[in-house]
């Protein structure tokens, strides 16, 4: 493998190569050939992001990391907890400090603009038989969210539009349509 900015972090071969594929995997879509610079944003389009969350050892020197590897600044620190929300690759990275876990996948996500796009996902996963924790408003990883989560083969998957901000990281559900996060069982949210 060519060298690359994930050589200077300490995690494992698999994340590094599960992060290198996704990110080459984003940067390659193909634009609309009415755009001039496949680096700018288009206004116009909706938001869909990918999200990363991952457990690092060291909050700040990951914040440092990232903050250069991507040119962008965090967009919220908390104690033991920072995301990044960059334009390109559309990305939304989440770290959450879990010294001995550092460098392993903590959750993956779709990030949406709105609650209805979030309940058309959760249509379609349950419609295509996936099971989903059905669409909850909940406060979580410090902010108010509508969303529904989904169980893959190796990790958990986040389907959420962010709605406000709020001062706690635990999930704490203001209205489920479906299992309440008690009874979906532990790490249901943030792993």
Known sequence: MAPSALDNISCNDVTKDFILTNVNMLCSIERSPL???????????LLLRVQLALNVDDLTAS????TKMFDTPP??????????AIDQPPLKLVLFENPGQGGSLNHLGVEVESAEQ???AEARLAGAGL?????????????AKTETWIEGPQTKWEWYVKTGDAEILENTPVSASGPLPSERGPDVCCG
């Open 63 to 66: 914040i440092d990391f990232y």
């Open 131 to 143: 099971e989903t924790s059905g669409v909850d408003d909940t406060i979580c990883c410090y902010a």
């Open 118 to 120: 979030v309940e058309a």
């Open 35 to 45: 755009e001039t610079d496949p680096l700018e944003p288009d206004p116009g389009a």
């Open 75 to 84: 967009a919220k620190i908390k104690p033991g907890y920072a995301n990044f």
